[in-house]
C-alpha cells in the first residue's frame, strides 16, 4: 500500500514575467509569504481579481515563482461565479482553455486562454515513481478513507528529481471527499 | 448493472408550520414554483438568507411540502462562507447538528441546530431495491465515468414506494465529479 499526503489547491495564479509587469509594475519583486510543499514554489503576499461575466472573485493568491507562462486555476464552484466554463487541464496545457480577466494594483490582463480547472494529479520524486512502476503522466486511483470517502480515478502522475510527494486535489474536490489538508490517502494501482 | 440519473442539490432550507409562519407570516402559503423528481417534492419561489459568523449566503431555496421539522443543507463550501463546519448527516438526523441563523421577508430565526451537509444518497422505489438487494440505509458505491471520475463510497440507500429513482449529491461533490445533472451513473454492489 502506497500512502500520499493529499492538499486542497485553493484558486491560485501563476504569472510569466510581462504579466507580473503589467499587474503590479514595471520590475515589481513577488514576495513569498509561505513555502509550499512542492520544492521552490510558494505562495505570494499579492494576490489579483477575477472578473467573469457572472461574478468577481477577489484576493486570488499569485504562486510563485514566475513561469514561462500565466495560468489562472479554478474549481468548477467558482467557475459557476465567475460565469465562466473552463476547461479540466493539466497545469501548462492552455491551448483553447478559457478567457479571463485579471486585474491587480497597477493593471488588467485581458487573458484570451489561461482559465482551467486543474485535473487531480500526484506529485512525487522519481524514486517514489521507480518503486511505483509509473512514470509522469500515467493515471492511477486514490482511495480516501472517511464518512465521505471515495476513489479518485483518473489521478495524474508528476514525476520528477525536483518533486515531492503530495497529491493535489480542489476545492471541490477536497470537500466531496471531506478530506483534511496533509492527511494521508492511498494509491491503488 | 445497475443505473442511476444522479443530481446536484444546491443549498437548500425544509421548513415546519411554525417556521414558515415566522420568516414569512402567519398562515404563508408555500409556492410550488417546480416540481422535483421526488414525488410531492418541489422547489418554492420562496427563499432565505443563511447567516453566519464570516458570511451570508441569499436566494436560499425552500423545498417544499411543509415538514414535521425544519433543515438546511449546506456544501463544505457554502460551510467555509458562512464559517460553520456543518456536520455530514443524512436528511433529519439533526441532533448535534449546526446552528444556523435563517432570515426571511417577516422574521429572523436562530436555530440552535438543524444545518447539515447532506450524505449523498440514492432515493429508489422499493420495488427497485428489491431487484437490487438492498434496503434503506444500505450503503452502496457508485462508479461516476468521465474524465474526472470516481467512485463514490458510502452512498446511502433511501427506498420506498414513494421514492423515484435519483441520486443526489451536493455541489461540491457534483463538480468533483464533473456531472451533468440526470446523467446516469452506476451503482457497484
Known amino acids: 500500500m502506497f500512502k500520499v499526503p493529499i ?10 514575467r510581462k504579466d507580473v509587469n503589467i499587474l503590479f509594475g514595471k520590475d515589481y519583486q513577488l514576495t513569498n509569504l509561505k513555502n509550499l510543499t512542492i520544492p521552490g514554489q510558494f505562495a505570494c503576499s ?7 461575466p457572472s461574478g468577481r472573485i477577489n484576493g486570488v493568491v499569485v504562486v510563485g515563482p514566475e513561469r514561462p507562462y500565466s495560468q489562472v486555476e479554478i474549481s468548477i464552484t467558482n467557475g459557476l461565479t465567475l460565469g465562466i466554463d473552463a476547461p479540466v487541464r493539466l497545469s501548462g496545457d492552455l491551448k483553447g482553455s478559457a478567457p479571463i480577466k ?22 512525487m520524486h522519481s524514486s517514489d515513481a521507480a518503486e ?5 503522466g500515467d ?8 464518512p465521505r470517502g471515495l476513489v479518485f480515478n483518473q489521478v495524474i502522475i508528476k514525476a520528477g528529481d525536483h518533486e515531492a ?17 496533509f492527511q494521508e490517502v492511498e494509491i491503488i494501482l
Open 165 to 181: 510527494l503530495e497529491m493535489h486535489v480542489d476545492f471541490d474536490e477536497g470537500h466531496a471527499a471531506g478530506i483534511e489538508d
Open 46 to 52: 499579492e494576490t489579483v481579481s477575477l472578473i467573469g
Open 132 to 136: 511505483l512502476g509509473v512514470k509522469t
Open 7 to 16: 492538499a486542497r489547491s485553493d484558486v491560485h495564479i501563476h504569472l510569466k
Open 139 to 146: 493515471s492511477v486511483s486514490v482511495r480516501v478513507p472517511g
Open 102 to 123: 485579471v486585474t491587480g494594483p497597477a493593471g488588467s490582463i485581458d487573458f484570451s486562454e489561461g482559465l482551467i480547472v486543474a485535473a487531480r494529479h500526484i506529485h
